[in-house]
């Protein structure tokens, strides 16, 4: 029997025990689902050992546990592969709104319905059948697997860092492929290339040291307030949208022609995305198309101000202090720490006379993620999405940071592919997340086609 002949036998029995996964209530946000938490991880490590994976191990960190198995008899001629994923879930609530309750999932209409199914329960367990599939049928795989699962990414993997780094040897690779991931649509496929950065700071303006009567000192004083309008309007030019900080586009890798023309391809209307967020026009920098704004170039957002009256009505105050919160998504090759510099160089240089302006460095910086052209695992794993999928996929990016892509690339130096087969709407953080069960199909027949291409 074939691969194919096998995931088709044992289908009904691997959509049974993705139920069962899913049944487990396993929410890392939540100090008393800690015991289920671990009992997710133990019931991923069985797994692993029913599937033919050798030296599984449920891994302590600081926090919840992560899960991991190998299988690194390939020869050392061939690769060897991580794969990732995550047993943790979202909370559940509100659990009046769910059609089914999310920890006794069920299925309907071709879906699994239940907490985690779609992210990342089912999602991570494809690469698992995939395989025992190719286990169960040659006997071997064609390159050296890894698998590393954790518990902890929907509360942000707080102790992965030093996790992934004490572990580097253990998981060391070639390739990784995270197996929690999108497709673009549930017919389309796409290949994620870039991630944005993020680093947030929090600007300081202060004047007279309390609240004064603006009847008796306004005129006499400069406002905190006004001077904080004032610096932050000079971050950005109104018109053309570009951020006016100096050097702040000096690391920026400028879109190539041929990724512009990638960007150019994934459907897009312009009018349909002002009328769905009622908007009269878009806006930002100006030469970029809004997609290529969105995708691949850095922003600066205001995200909060305070100071001065918020109350009803007038009152005549002269504010001893305000302050903003600034945020900037990052794109290739910028650095967090280097635009919160510049930030804070901009404000010295712009402070009006008369009031102190000094800027916070926020926690969560995040690096941006730019997979170079021509990656030797980003190509394999779109010709075999063109061959499942029966197109080509889109050439994506994403306006957000999905921190355990930096976080292998820093410690393991390695660009993760995104390889997972979940769908934008499944629910995937909402009531009544559901998994299609044809995309678990199709995913455990990209999987086992990926690591034969890899073996080649
Ligand atoms: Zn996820």
Redesign the pocket.
């Known amino acids: 029997m074939g691969w194919q002949d096998y995931l088709d036998t044992n289908q009904t029995r691997f959509e049974q025990e993705l139920l069962d996964f899913v049944a487990i209530p396993s929410v890392s946000a939540k100090p008393d689902h800690m015991p289920d938490v671990e009992r997710a991880a133990q019931w991923v490590a069985a797994r692993l050992d029913k599937a033919g994976i050798e030296n599984t191990a449920v891994l302590p960190t600081t926090g919840h546990p992560a899960v991991y198995g190998d299988w690194l008899h390939a020869g050392a001629d061939k690769p060897t592969v991580l794969i990732y994923g995550?047993f943790d879930v979202q909370p559940a609530e509100p659990f009046d709104l769910w059609l089914s309750p999310p920890f006794q999932p069920e299925i309907r209409d071709g879906r699994v319905w239940g907490r985690g199914a779609s992210?990342?329960k089912g999602g991570m367990f494809i690469p698992i059948l995939a395989t025992e599939a190719l286990l169960a049928t040659t006997g071997r795989l064609p390159v050296n697997v890894k698998f590393l699962f954790e518990g902890q990414?929907?509360i942000g993997s707080p102790d992965m860092p030093p996790f992934i780094a004490a572990q580097a040897r253990r998981l060391s690779c070639d390739m990784i492929f995270s197996a929690?991931g999108l497709q673009w649509t549930a017919d389309e496929a796409q290949l994620v290339m870039g991630l944005k950065g993020l680093v947030g700071v929090e600007l300081i303006v202060e004047g007279a040291q309390a609240d004064q009567h603006s009847g008796l000192h306004g005129g006499g004083i400069n406002n905190p307030l006004m001077a904080l309008s004032q610096i932050l309007a000079s971050m950005k030019d109104a018109q053309t949208g570009r951020i006016t900080i100096d050097g702040f586009y000096d690391d920026v890798v400028e879109l190539t022609v041929e990724d512009k023309e990638d960007i150019a391809r994934v459907p897009f209307d312009e009018a349909e995305y002002c009328a769905e967020l009622g908007v009269t026009e878009a806006f930002g920098e100006e030469g970029y198309t809004v997609r290529e704004r969105l995708w691949a170039r850095p922003t600066l957002e205001l995200n909060g101000l305070t100071g001065g009256y918020q109350g009803a009505g007038s009152k005549t105050v002269l504010p001893a202090r305000a302050s903003a919160k600034i945020t900037c998504r990052l794109v290739a090759n910028q650095r967090p720490e280097r635009i919160a510099e510049l930030i804070a160089a901009h404000v010295a240089a712009h402070t009006p006379p008369g009031v102190t302006a000094r800027i916070e460095h926020l926690a969560g910086d995040a690096d941006p993620f730019l997979v170079p052209r021509g990656h030797n695992a980003t190509q394999a794993a779109g010709e075999v999405l063109r061959e499942v999928y029966g197109a080509d996929p889109y050439v994506t990016r994403v306006g957000g940071s999905i921190p355990i892509m930096t976080l292998f690339l820093r410690a393991l130096g390695v660009h993760g592919v995104m390889f997972g087969f979940s769908i934008a709407d499944e629910n995937l953080h909402a009531p009544n997340e559901f998994f299609r069960l044809e995309n678990f199909r199709r995913g455990q027949t990209a999987y086992c086609r990926l690591l034969e291409r890899l073996g080649r």
């Open positions: 995550h992210d990342d990414e929907e929690d």
